[in-house]
């Protein structure tokens, strides 16, 4: 069955850093464009950063562009959010999606949860 399963989630200090991974089985990885998401209580889901399925293009939410890289390893079925810099708002959920531009099909993680406080 389809699985994406996030890990690399926890508290951290502002200013730190966490690299998070979101590991895909289930479906064929490299035909998958994949985004993360995420969303703070109260507040609706929003786009983080998306990675095309060959790695070639690369695009961010404004509130992160230069803090967080997208990146994936299609060899491991994987991909990875880096986040430096970190502040309190990014804490959230922090979801996997995976999206299959020809037919629209996507997945989505359980999410990780990101704290960023002193």
């Known amino acids: 069955q389809v699985q994406l399963v996030e890990s690399g989630g926890g508290l951290v200090q502002p200013g730190g850093s966490l690299r998070l991974s979101c590991a895909a089985s289930g479906f064929t990885f490299t035909n998958y464009g994949m985004s993360w998401y995420r969303q703070a209580p109260g507040k609706e889901r929003e786009l983080v950063a998306a990675i095309t399925s060959t790695g070639g293009s690369t695009n961010y939410g404004d509130s992160v562009k230069g803090r967080f890289t997208i990146s994936r390893d299609n060899g491991k079925n994987t991909v990875y959010l880096q986040m430096n810099s970190l502040k309190p708002e990014d804490t959230a959920v922090y979801y996997c999606?995976?999206?299959?531009?020809?037919?629209?099909?996507?997945?989505w993680g359980q999410g990780t949860q990101v704290t960023v406080s002193s």
């Open positions: 999606n995976a999206v299959w531009g020809l037919t629209g099909i996507n997945y």
